[in-house]
């Protein structure tokens, strides 16, 4: 395994794949991260959909917008749409615990983040989509009313690596005691 700050860095969002299947092994290392995201008081509300369909990965690619993921969406061999429970991260018998309301939100986004990081450290490529029709994609995929479709993820292993997109300092973000 990669040093943890190296995967961290090194990882970019991949929107261009070369044409190579990824091998089941690697794919269940992914999924496995999924299980062992945080998440609150561990109600793991999360399920994964892995599109490999290309009739579906094409309908899918089309409730995106101006994405430049676009074509990326059909080139990449393996696409997890990533989906949460309502109600049920930061709720407590039914009712909502924080002035934030529903954390799915939150817990979805450490999984998407734990999917990038362990398919860069397998060499594959990812980029989360998160710009898209997500009620068209409910219909595509059969997901249940009471969740949402969060991201998309296409994956494969990367045919152009883009430079890092420049990130603000730490002087720009950090603060000491106050705000
Ligand atoms: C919540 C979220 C949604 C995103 N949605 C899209 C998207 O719809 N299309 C896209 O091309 N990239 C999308 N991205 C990727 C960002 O553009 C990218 O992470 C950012 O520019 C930094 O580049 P890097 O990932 O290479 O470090 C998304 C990233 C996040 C975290």
């Given at each position: 395994?990669?040093d ?7 990882r970019?969002?991949?929107r ?5 299947e ?11 991260s ?5 998440s609150?008081?561990n ?28 074509k990326?969406?059909v ?7 990533i989906?949460?429970k309502?109600?049920v ?15 799915f ?10 999917i ?5 450290n ?22 249940p009313?009471?969740?949402?479709v969060v ?6 292993y ?11 300092e730490?002087s720009?973000?950090i603060?000491l005691?106050?705000?």
């Open positions: 395994m990669g943890l700050m190296d995967i961290i860095k090194g970019r969002s991949i261009k794949y070369e044409d190579r990824i091998p089941q092994e690697s794919l269940d290392q992914i999924l496995e999924v299980r062992w995201a945080p609150w008081a109600t793991q509300c999360w399920e994964v959909i892995i599109v490999k369909d290309p009739d579906i990965k094409e309908r899918l690619q089309a409730t995106l917008i101006k994405n430049p993921a676009t990326a969406m080139q990449a061999p393996v696409v997890l749409v989906c949460g309502m109600k991260s930061g709720y407590y018998k039914g009712q909502v615990e924080t002035e934030l309301g529903d954390w939100m939150f817990d979805l986004g450490i999984v998407s983040q734990n990038c990081l362990t398919a860069t397998l060499g594959l490529g990812t980029v989360i989509v998160g710009l898209f029709d997500h009620n068209k994609v409910k219909v595509i995929l059969g997901v009313d009471d969740y949402e991201t998309m993820i296409p994956m494969g990367p045919a152009k690596e883009p430079e890092a997109p420049k990130r603000r730490m720009e973000f603060h005691n106050r705000f």
